[in-house]
């Protein structure tokens, strides 16, 4: 794994970020990777986006990290970000306006980056609703990923509309999102969709984390879309 960039271009200012690569396979030269946006060496060009900023959500959240190892695993680029007025990122706290916003940005600074493969726009809790709001109204985001999706809490209606691929990840014993409202969005959802249910697991996934990645890999290792 090697890491590219530890900042981004903003709407409200520079957001801090961490953007991290697949150890290069075959002798590709990672520099040139880079460069070239090439598909030889990346699978996807993955933003994902971290839980509400105003309750402790950053890029190193616990499940966000480990998604994006697991990510990195199955071969994409992983750009965590952290979104206006959260760590070093310049701004501030904008009631999710400015948030979309700053997940725009990134969706674009990875498809210039990565002009040649596939771009995913992935998300946990608040930024699963991001995430994916953002995934959906942009035809240049393939595929969704959403965990612990607040379905209930937040307007996912674009995102439950939206005939891209959507693949959902939810605790069990979600305190904030229920199960059941989840499996009520579910069903009414486009297709093509899949959820996934983590047995005993919390909002946050404790003692669960690590299932998150081995779901994530699990659901995407051999996914093309």
Same mark, same amino acid.
């Given at each position: 794994m090697t890491t590219? @960039? $530890?900042e981004i271009s903003g709407p409200a200012g520079r957001l801090e970020a961490l953007l991290e690569e697949p150890p290069p396979q075959g002798g590709v030269n990672p520099e040139g990777l880079v460069e070239r946006g090439r598909a030889d060496g990346v699978r996807a060009a @993955?933003? &994902?986006a971290h839980p509400h900023p105003q309750y402790g959500g950053t890029m190193h959240t616990k499940v966000v990290y480990q998604a994006a190892k697991a990510f990195i695993r199955i071969g994409c680029a992983v750009l965590r970000f952290n979104f206006r007025g959260v760590g070093s990122s310049e701004g501030s706290w904008d009631e999710g306006r400015g948030e979309l916003d700053d997940c725009r940005a990134a969706v674009t600074f990875m498809r210039t980056r990565y002009p040649n493969v596939r771009l995913w726009s992935a998300g946990m809790s608040f930024g699963?609703? @991001?995430?994916?709001?953002?995934?959906? #109204? =942009?035809?240049r985001v393939s595929t969704l @990923?959403?965990?612990?999706?607040p379905v209930a809490r937040l307007d996912f209606e674009k995102v $439950?509309?939206? =005939?891209?691929?959507? *693949? *959902?990840?939810?605790? #069990? $014993? =979600? #305190? &904030?999102?229920? &199960?059941?409202d989840m499996q009520e969005f579910y069903a009414r959802a486009h297709d093509p969709k899949e959820l996934v249910v983590i047995d005993g697991a919390d909002h946050l996934f404790d003692g669960k984390v690590l299932e998150v990645g081995d779901t994530i890999e699990d659901l995407l290792v051999d996914w093309s879309g």
């Open positions: 590219r @960039v $530890r @993955v933003v &994902l699963a609703w @991001v995430a994916l709001t953002v995934g959906c #109204e =942009d035809d @990923v959403g965990i612990a999706p $439950r509309t939206s =005939d891209k691929p959507k *693949f *959902f990840i939810q605790g #069990e $014993r =979600d #305190e &904030l999102c229920p &199960l059941k």
